[in-house]
């Protein structure tokens, strides 16, 4: 191909390669979509790289997906037109740090986990834990969020101003470094959430915060899921200041102490996270104790140990490897619908009746402090009538989600998985959006297949 030919004069050696393992490791992500090779992938050391890169890629109308650490889970990375996988993890420097000004500016492979350990020498962190240790660049692609969004916000509420090379190759800067401005319209957060359909991401300005003096838990054990949700409703209700508030259903347990050899009690679950001063976060475990108690909570145990906090977040962050552990060779579907919080009691009630009505096994977990909630499935990718159930099973969950004001996807995006429901929950709305996509990438090149691209997306769903 002319086009690889010429590629290989635009990069240095070393920056590209199309060995089949590396073409296999980027032809997919952690989801259950089936993988799709990329013709080369293509390891880009500075921005000017990218740029060339680019331009390139629209000369030859070439389709180029944006890699970071491949964690997500709607098959947002797979090529599904072959093309270049631009694999972000050399654009990986703390660029900069402003203690004063609560900021952080990070090329896009650098980690959560990267930047939290930069940031811990001014007494900062990064709070939006997704629970992947995934890069910034693509958590804030995907405007991700996590288990802390409760208290602090996900990753538009963090993404202060970028850096982004368009599909032409031309770089544009957008937002500032103050607070707020009402100046022009919101590119920013235009950018955020566009799964690299828009452009690729060379810098983030971050919002960051100051460590808090003090960091309390809680796990609160009741009878029945509904219990457990009608309870953490309660908290946000009351308004008690709350950092995370985590939901884990008694099957999830059960594998996560197969998993991780930990010894949780199988009984529907919240985790509990309170951060600030001490006599603060004192307070608020204790009111958040009280309105559990009135709600049925049979144990409230307070996780006062460092290190059983550490236990209990991990075991949080390890169900989704815990439940494909449990069934090896399967793939995970794991829904994401978000509903008001009001509605959140019936929507994981109306949930576990789909579940018990179409014989699925499947385990419920979710961020219930902000209405987002996950329902584990193990799918055979190549069974079509389980695959069937499994996509009847989660379009069900998602028109229940819309008819009551919710979206189809909390925090995992839409990538491959979703695209189908985009017409109905925006109706009207997805023509602007196909406008926006067309005047930005007019030959289709960025991500293609994907978020509202209206074409097919041949081997990848």
């Known amino acids: ?32 979509h ?181 960091t309390l838990a809680a796990r609160a054990e009741f009878e029945t899921v509904e219990q457990a949700v009608a309870a953490s409703t309660a908290i946000i209700g009351a308004g008690v200041a709350v950092v995370r508030l985590e939901l884990v259903d008694a099957p999830f347990f059960q594998y996560i102490n197969a998993y991780a050899g930990t010894t949780f009690p199988l009984h529907p679950t919240l985790l509990l996270e309170f951060r600030g001063s001490r006599m603060g976060a004192a307070a608020d475990l204790a009111a958040a104790r009280e309105l559990v108690m009135e709600e049925g909570c049979t144990v409230f145990d307070q996780v006062q140990d460092s290190g059983r906090q550490t236990e209990m977040w991990a075991a949080r962050h390890s169900a989704a490897f815990a439940f494909m552990a449990a069934h090896p ?5 794991a829904t994401d619908v978000c509903v008001p919080v009001s509605q959140l009691p019936q929507a994981v009630s109306a949930a576990k009746f789909a579940l018990a009505e179409m014989g699925m096994e499947g385990a419920i977990l979710g961020h219930v402090g902000d209405g987002n909630f996950h329902v584990s499935l193990a799918v055979d990718p190549s069974d079509r009538e389980d695959m069937a159930r499994a996509e009847a099973f989660s379009g069900r969950l998602i028109d229940q989600a819309l008819a009551v004001g919710g979206t189809c996807t909390g925090e995992h995006g839409v990538g491959l998985g979703k695209r189908r429901y985009q017409a109905r929950e925006h109706g009207t709305s997805l023509a602007v959006m196909h406008r926006l996509k067309a005047l930005l990438d007019p030959e289709d090149i960025l991500n293609p297949g994907k978020l509202v691209d209206p074409d097919p997306a041949p081997g990848g769903g």
């Open 34 to 214: 089936p993988g799709v090779l990329p013709d080369v992938v293509v390891y880009p050391e500075s921005q000017d790289d990218v740029v060339a890169v680019m331009r390139l890629a629209s000369a030859f109308r070439v389709p180029v997906v944006a890699f970071g650490v491949g964690s997500g889970l709607e098959g947002h990375v797979v090529p599904v037109r072959h093309g270049i996988s631009l694999d972000t993890s050399r654009l990986n420097r703390v660029l900069e740090i402003r203690p004063g000004d609560f900021l952080a500016c990070v090329q896009p492979g650098v980690t959560r986990t990267e930047l939290n350990q930069e940031l811990g020498r001014h007494g900062l962190f990064f709070p939006v834990d997704p629970g992947a240790n995934a890069s910034l660049g693509g958590m804030a692609a995907t405007g991700a969020s996590g288990t802390t969004t409760v208290r602090y916000g996900a990753m538009r509420e963090h993404v202060r101003a970028l850096t982004v090379v368009l599909a032409d190759g031309v770089v544009i800067h957008t937002g500032s470094l103050a607070a707020k401005s009402s100046s022009g319209y919101d590119l920013t957060h235009l950018f955020v959430g566009s799964e690299g359909t828009l452009g690729i991401f060379t810098e983030l300005w971050l919002k960051v915060w100051g460590i808090p003096e003090a």
């Open 1 to 32: 191909m002319q086009w690889m030919q010429e590629l290989a004069r635009v990069v240095r050696p070393g920056q590209m390669t199309t060995s089949p393992s590396v073409l296999e490791q980027h032809a997919k992500d952690e989801s259950y």
């Open 329 to 333: 060779g399967r793939g995970h579907l």
